[in-house]
C-alpha cells in the first residue's frame, strides 16, 4: 500500500513539474466572460481561469493567457462558442523590467489602463411618438414601435438569436459598410403607425386632406460599426390598410381617455401588402471626446427607402452636447439605426474608471445627460400614405417632392435605463396642409 501512495504521490509531482502555467493578466478581480478570445495571427487565446495574486493574498477570478497548440485554426472555439479576434493591445505579463513578455488581449481590453472587459449586452426599446404632446390629433397621430439590438457579433452569421441556416445567410448578405467592420448588430421589432386627416370629426369624405391610413410591420436590420461609423440594412415588411387595426387602435385609446372617437375610418385606405428595403449611414464625428466628462460630438446621416410605403432620399445632422455623451449613433426616433450603439461601449469606460480607483464607479460616472438638435430634408418619390393605394383607386393628394425636419431634445442614462425626449417639427408634406406638423417622440430603453 505505501508502495502504491508513493507512487501516486510521484506520478502527480512529474504532471505537475510539466504543466505550463500561464502569467495572470491582471491580479485585479475580472468579471467573467462568456467565451474565450482567440487571436489568429499568434495562436494564443485569453481563457476564463482562477489565478493566484501575492499582491492581494489570494485568488481571484479573471483572464489568463494560454500558448494554443499551432495546430489549432484561426477561428479557435470552445464548445459552441466562437472566440473573438484579438486587437494589438497588450499586457505586461510580468512587473520587473525583465518581464519583456506580453500577451495579446480582447477587443475589450484588459490592460492596467482599460480596466476589465464589458459583458455583451442586448437592449430593448420602445418608441412611441405622437402629436398630443402639442394638443393635436392630426396627419401623423400616432406610432408606437419594440425594437431587440443583439449583443455585439463578431459576424452576423454567429448569432443566437436565429436558426442556423437564416444566421448563415446572414452573413453572407453584402451591403455598403458590411466589409471590415468593428463589430455587427441585429435588431428585430414591430410596430405601428396611425395617419389621419386634420379634422377627424368629419364622417365623410374629406378628398382635399391627408387620407386615413393604419400601417403594422414587422422589420429586420443588419447593422456594421466601426468606432466613428454605422451602416444599417433593413428589410421591413407588414399590412396597409383595416388590418393593420389603425381604427381600433386609435379609437379604443381615445375612449379610454374619454374624448372623441375619429368618425372618417370608413373612408381609410384599403389592404395592400407592404414591403420597403432601407440602408442608411451615419457618422460619428469626434468620437474620441464622446463619454469622458463633458463633451460634444455631431452625426451627420445618410439614407434611402425604396418600397412602400416609402421610396425617397434623405440627409441630415444631429450636434449634442453634455455629460457622459452615450457612445451611439445619435437621438432614438424611429428610424433605421437608431439606438445601435459603437463598438466601445460606455460600460467598459466607466468600469475602467472604478478600475483605476478601486472602487465602484460613482453615480456620476454612470449617468449620462446631454441635449441636441439636429435636421433633416428628404427627397420623397413615394408615400402610399399621400398618394393612396398602389394597386387600386383610394383617396389621395398632390404632395411635395421636398420635406424638412428640425429636431431637439434632451436624453439621459442612469446605469442600464435610458430615456430620450425629442421634440419634431416636420415642413408641409402636401398641397392643401395649412401648416406645417409638431410632434414628439419618447424612446425608453434598458440593457442587460
Known amino acids: 500500500m505505501r508502495r502504491i501512495s508513493l507512487f501516486a504521490l510521484a506520478f502527480l509531482v512529474v504532471v505537475a513539474a510539466n504543466v505550463p502555467v500561464a502569467p495572470a493578466a491582471s491580479c485585479s478581480p475580472a468579471p467573467q466572460t462568456d467565451g474565450d478570445y482567440g487571436d489568429a495571427a499568434s495562436g494564443a487565446y485569453l481563457e476564463e481561469a482562477p489565478a493566484f495574486c501575492p499582491l492581494e493574498g489570494g485568488h481571484s477570478h479573471g483572464l489568463r493567457a494560454v500558448s494554443a497548440p499551432k495546430a489549432q485554426p484561426a477561428a479557435y472555439r470552445t464548445g459552441t462558442k466562437?472566440?473573438?479576434?484579438?486587437?494589438?493591445?497588450?499586457?505586461?505579463?510580468?512587473?520587473?523590467?525583465?518581464?519583456?513578455?506580453?500577451?495579446?488581449?480582447?477587443?475589450?481590453?484588459?490592460?492596467?489602463?482599460?480596466?476589465?472587459?464589458?459583458?455583451?449586452?442586448?437592449?430593448?426599446?420602445?418608441?412611441?411618438?405622437?402629436?398630443?404632446?402639442?394638443?393635436?390629433?392630426?396627419?401623423?397621430?400616432?406610432?408606437?414601435?419594440?425594437?431587440?439590438?443583439?449583443?455585439?457579433?463578431?459576424?452576423?452569421?454567429?448569432?443566437?438569436?436565429?436558426?442556423?441556416?437564416?444566421?448563415r445567410l446572414l452573413g453572407d448578405v453584402p451591403f455598403p459598410g458590411s466589409q471590415n467592420a468593428m463589430q455587427y448588430n441585429i435588431s428585430l421589432g414591430a410596430g405601428q403607425q396611425i395617419y389621419t386627416p386634420r379634422d377627424t370629426q368629419i364622417a365623410e369624405l374629406q378628398p382635399d386632406d391627408r387620407p386615413y391610413a393604419g400601417y403594422l410591420y414587422g422589420f429586420l436590420a443588419l447593422h456594421a460599426k466601426k468606432r466613428d461609423r454605422l451602416d444599417t440594412l433593413e428589410l421591413a415588411a407588414g399590412i396597409i390598410g383595416p388590418s393593420a387595426l389603425g381604427e381600433q387602435a386609435q379609437n379604443e385609446v381615445h375612449r379610454f381617455r374619454d374624448i372623441d372617437t375619429a368618425k372618417g375610418w370608413d373612408h381609410q385606405l384599403s389592404d395592400e401588402?407592404?414591403?420597403?428595403?432601407?440602408?442608411?449611414?451615419?457618422?460619428r464625428l469626434n468620437a474620441e471626446a464622446s463619454e469622458q466628462g463633458w463633451g460634444w460630438d455631431v452625426l451627420p446621416r445618410t439614407g434611402v427607402n425604396a418600397g412602400i410605403p416609402f421610396t425617397q432620399a434623405c440627409l441630415g445632422s444631429e450636434v449634442r452636447l453634455g455629460w457622459n455623451l452615450p457612445p451611439d449613433f445619435g437621438s432614438s426616433i424611429i428610424q433605421p439605426g437608431s439606438g445601435i450603439y459603437a463598438p466601445t461601449e460606455s460600460d467598459e469606460v466607466m468600469q475602467a474608471r472604478a478600475f483605476r480607483r478601486g472602487s465602484e464607479a460613482s453615480f456620476m460616472d454612470r449617468m449620462s445627460l446631454y441635449v441636441f438638435a439636429g435636421a433633416e430634408g428628404r427627397a420623397v418619390a413615394h408615400n402610399t400614405f399621400l398618394d393612396g393605394n398602389t394597386w387600386k383607386d383610394s383617396p389621395s393628394v398632390d404632395k411635395f417632392p421636398l420635406v424638412g425636419e428640425l429636431r431637439g431634445g434632451v436624453g439621459m442614462r442612469i446605469y442600464d435605463v435610458h430615456l430620450t425626449y425629442t421634440h419634431v417639427y416636420r415642413s408641409k408634406e402636401f398641397h392643401g396642409q395649412d401648416r406645417g406638423q409638431n410632434f414628439g417622440s419618447i424612446t425608453l430603453g434598458y440593457t442587460f
Open 273 to 283: 401588402p407592404a414591403v420597403m428595403l432601407s440602408w442608411a449611414r451615419t457618422w
Open 82 to 167: 466562437a472566440a473573438r479576434p484579438l486587437q494589438d493591445t497588450r499586457v505586461s505579463s510580468g512587473s520587473g523590467p525583465e518581464s519583456g513578455a506580453s500577451a495579446p488581449l480582447s477587443p475589450f481590453s484588459l490592460s492596467t489602463e482599460a480596466g476589465p472587459p464589458a459583458k455583451p449586452a442586448s437592449t430593448l426599446l420602445i418608441y412611441f411618438e405622437n402629436d398630443l404632446f402639442y394638443n393635436t390629433d392630426r396627419y401623423y397621430t400616432n406610432a408606437v414601435q419594440a425594437r431587440y439590438i443583439s449583443p455585439d457579433l463578431h459576424t452576423l452569421a454567429e448569432n443566437d438569436l436565429l436558426p442556423d441556416a437564416i444566421s
